[in-house]
């Protein structure tokens, strides 16, 4: 089915500005920074994450370790879209256990995705904390979780859908409303 642009919510500028913005956040909430471990869900929460170490490396000139979680084997929805998963590689090199990690997503909507993250970093060991930044929060949970950090709050319909590109992925930049047509 194809989709139609209801509005341009961010462009490039906008996301830079609220990856900034979201990376001095984290920094003043996080006395010990040494102790912090960034952590991107794949694909495009990676890639924000990645933009979020290299703010808090020119912010405090500390170069974050970046960890990058495939949560398709933790996913609950599986079974009810009737596909066979393609599962990519987990990439953690280093313990979680007593770290403080901050979870990276593009946009938080229902909250299972973020569930099945946090079962993921916790099959790999005990951090001392487990932090939420999203780029974009869109309401409608289906189950208690919310972010710690928000780049923008972004009240949508149900049927609306929120599509955050990245250049990396992409092409260019920007998170849009959609709407099946």
């Known amino acids: ?9 961010m462009d490039q500028k906008r996301i830079s500005r609220a990856i900034t913005r ?3 956040e984290v920094v003043e909430r996080n006395r010990n920074i040494e102790n912090l471990i960034l952590m991107g869900i794949r694909t495009r929460g990676t890639f924000i994450a990645e933009r979020i170490r290299k703010a808090i490396k020119k912010i405090e000139g500390i170069e974050l370790p970046l960890g990058i979680l495939d949560i398709t084997l933790y996913r609950d929805d599986i079974p ?4 066979q998963p393609e599962v990519k590689a987990t990439e953690i090199p280093f313990s979680v256990d007593k770290k403080d990690i901050i979870l990276i997503d593009d946009v938080l909507f229902t909250g299972r995705t973020v569930r099945a993250a946090m079962d993921s970093i916790v099959d790999l060991g005990r951090p001392r904390t487990i932090q939420l930044l999203v780029l974009i929060d869109r309401g409608h949970r289906e189950l208690p979780i919310q972010a710690d950090y928000i780049g923008k709050v972004l009240p949508t319909s149900r049927r609306e859908r929120v599509r955050v590109k990245i250049k990396e992925v992409d092409g260019a930049d920007e998170v849009l409303i959609t709407e099946e047509e």
């Open 22 to 24: 979201l990376a001095t």
């Open 1 to 9: 089915m194809a989709e139609k642009i209801k509005a341009k919510i």
């Open 80 to 83: 009810q879209r009737g596909i």
